[in-house]
């Protein structure tokens, strides 16, 4: 992923339901802007359905219709390919664009194959009238310079920084060692955030106080992680002394599990070919620093196939469907990528087509908890795929379609050999195929729920921690139920919504 300094990377606990028990590679952003400064950069809203269901599961002030409008604040939409969509913004900090043409021909008979299924398309994936299966191009967020808009350069500009600096101030190379709770008889308060450096030998502790709130947004990992070192969560899993129960805390990881089917293909029509040809390399980045175009522009995906597995048929053929029931929200996303996705990667001698079956609103869900006492240690992350069988019926279902759609290209024209395939499409072969070949989308959330105590929620409405009403979350932990989308965007609108609710209770 470039350069190792700007990401945490290591190993999960071992996944009980895959073959071996393996553990699989963990990866968080580590610097200011944490994960958009790693990240495939795709930016997907989800279906105004997902948010609907928030909202009837009693999350008052998260319908669509009344959190789209952080999604345009914080959005500065560019493309001039596709200018007028009014459910974009253009007068936010963070650049979102189309990338136009889809950049590899397998890449684009991937659309043609699906639509000849009876998959729509569409240019515009975040349009709120989206159909439940669809096939449509990804926007991305890359500024028109053609580099990565993370929410560090779109949000912390140098000039923004510069005229705040009496009174913001950012402290970079350090880790929260705990929150600082002030208990009391019905409602505790956190009163400032320890720290200390992250790296060498200086173990001081340092203390921020705070004279209002405590904002915390260190991810779906993380973010757990801080709290148990707080003392806040489940009594048996926190580091004593217990300064406010919470048993939901780091109690429902969920993440976009995923695994595919790939074929050999031309060289030329995968990214494998900056591995194998140095001098297409060379001309690729010599292209790219002169025009801000070409392979090193392109995103790791640039087409996204989303589809219900209600509406797939045994065979894996897509049944017709125009329902907007919230029953029928995709609960699977497929991709295809031009370069080997395997995690114990199966060696290629030629270039790869993956078509990836990403699980989008998995039954299963994991657990984050302390794996030590020490903060600059990461924490223990069950992932916890496959625990629910519900899980295996929708990936059996996806690893079909994809097949469906390698058959369709074939039959269009397009040059696939099979490279890597489940063995038939019997129940126990899919099943085997998908214990030895699942992964990790780094799409983690849901870990500390907004949702009442009763149903192990650790926020309110409002994003305050339960029993601390000074403390508020603002990240994908917040997540109630995980949505089928990726989740950058659905993380900024959050922190926008948080900043109205500060501003309307200061």
């Known amino acids: 992923m470039g350069d190792e300094s700007a990401a945490y990377s ?23 802007g944490g994960g958009s400064g790693i990240n495939s950069m795709n930016y997907t809203r989800g279906y105004p359905q997902d948010y609907d269901l928030w909202s009837e599961n ?51 008979a991937t659309g043609d194959a699906c639509v000849a299924l009876g998959l729509p398309y569409t240019d515009d994936i975040n349009a709120p009238d989206t159909p439940f299966n669809v096939c449509g191009k990804l926007d991305c967020t890359i500024d028109v310079g053609g580099h990565r808009n993370s929410t560090f350069a779109a949000f912390l500009p140098l000039k923004l920084v510069s005229q705040r600096k009496e009174h913001l101030h950012i402290c970079v190379g350090a880790a929260v060692t705990a929150l600082d709770i002030e208990e009391g008889s019905k409602n505790s308060r956190v009163k400032g955030v320890s720290f200390r450096s992250a790296t060498g030998s200086d173990t001081t502790i340092y203390h921020a106080r705070a004279r209002r709130e405590v904002i915390l947004c260190a991810g779906a990992i993380a973010t757990p992680q801080i709290l148990l070192l707080s003392g806040i969560g489940p009594k048996d899993k926190i580091k004593k002394p217990l300064k406010r129960e919470l048993p939901g805390v780091g109690a429902n990881l969920k993440d976009h599990m995923a695994t595919g089917i790939m074929y050999n293909v031309p060289t030329a029509e995968s990214l494998h070919i900056v591995q194998k040809s140095p001098l297409k390399a060379v001309v690729e980045l010599i292209r790219y620093l002169l025009t801000g175009e070409g392979l090193f522009l392109a995103p790791v995906a640039q087409l996204s196939i989303l589809v219900n597995s209600n509406q797939i048929d045994d065979s894996g053929h897509v049944i017709p469907s125009k329902s907007t029931d919230p029953s029928g929200i995709p609960d699977l996303e497929l991709k295809p990528i031009h370069f080997n996705i395997t995690e114990s990667r199966i060696p290629n001698k030629e270039g790869v087509l993956s078509l990836m079956v990403v699980l989008m609103r998995p039954s299963s869900h994991g657990t984050v908890t302390l794996a030590s006492e020490d903060p600059l240690q990461r924490p223990a992350c069950d992932l916890g795929y496959l625990t629910n069988p519900a899980d295996y019926n929708v990936m059996r ?33 899919l099943d085997s195929f998908l214990r030895k070949n699942t992964r990790t ?16 929620g650790v926020v309110d409405d409002e994003l305050r921690v339960h029993g601390i009403p000074n403390l508020r979350i603002a990240d994908c932990s917040v997540i109630p139920e995980m949505i089928a989308a990726h989740l950058q965007a659905s993380a900024v609108m959050i922190a926008e919504k948080c900043a109205d609710l500060i501003k309307g209770s200061n």
């Open 397 to 429: 279902k996806g690893i079909k379609l994809v097949k469906r759609i390698g058959e369709k290209m074939r039959e269009q024209g397009t040059k696939l050999t099979d490279l890597h395939m489940p063995e038939s499409e019997s129940d126990a072969d």
């Open 10 to 32: 290591w190993p999960s606990t071992p996944v009980a339901n895959l073959d071996g028990n393996p553990s699989l590679t963990l990866v968080t952003g580590k610097g200011l």
């Open 58 to 108: 009693g999350r008052k002030g998260w319908s669509y219709k009344e959190i789209e409008p952080y999604f345009k604040k914080s959005e500065k939409w560019v493309s001039a390919l596709t200018p007028n969509r009014e459910h974009h913004g253009t007068k936010g900090e963070w650049t979102v664009r189309d990338m136009g043409k889809i950049q590899f021909a397998a890449g684009r």
């Open 441 to 456: 989308n780094y799409h983690y959330g849901c870990t500390a729920r907004m949702a009442p105590e009763s149903d192990a």
